[in-house]
């Protein structure tokens, strides 16, 4: 009797350990089904624009993009860690400006590691190595800048609100 018994013990411990790990009725989890095939059986890839180029004009060759924005008028603001550079495109992909100099001066830039569009139409570029966000005008004049200090050097480390006030990501 012994042995018959020892066995189904563990069974009845291991449908209850199982019965423990299903999901509970008040989860409320919806599983959906289509019997329709679905919308994009074969997608196809099209390309719309194309900025870049592996030889040829300085303007359109890339070290290291690490971050891009969009502006309302369709210019694309394009930040290439290797320089830095900080250069605009138009909607079509066409060099307009550089937005950069290398140093510590006004107007110019470290390392840059943050780029976002405000409320007001405004592009902030963070430079971390200069403590500071620089505000341009989507045509890429300077508006103003201002000190924003932090020790943490990763991705996404600035963030704009609603109401335009700047988040910068930091170690204590």
């Not at 919806?30 to 997608?43: F, G, I, K």
């Amino acid at each position: 009797p012994d042995t018959v018994e020892t066995p189904m013990r563990a069974t009845v411990v291991v449908c209850l350990l199982l019965g423990l790990t299903q999901p509970l009725a008040s989860q409320d989890t919806t599983v959906v089904r289509s019997q329709a095939p679905p919308a994009w059986r074969n997608p196809r890839l099209v390309e719309e624009l194309r900025i870049g180029a592996l030889e040829g004009d300085d303007k359109y060759i890339f070290g290291q993009i690490s971050y891009l924005e969009v502006t309302s008028d369709g210019s694309i603001w394009v930040v290439d860690q290797q320089g830095p550079r900080v250069r605009i495109y138009d909607r079509n992909g066409r060099f307009v400006r550089a937005v950069y100099r290398r140093g510590s001066g006004p107007g110019e830039m470290k390392s840059v590691m943050g780029i976002e569009l405000t409320q007001q139409r405004q592009i902030a570029v963070w430079d971390i190595a200069n403590s500071r966000i620089s505000l341009y005008r989507e045509t890429g004049e300077q508006v103003r800048s201002f000190r924003a200090m932090s020790t943490g050097w990763s991705d996404d480390n600035l963030r704009v609100d609603r109401t335009d006030r700047f988040w910068v990501r930091t170690v204590v």
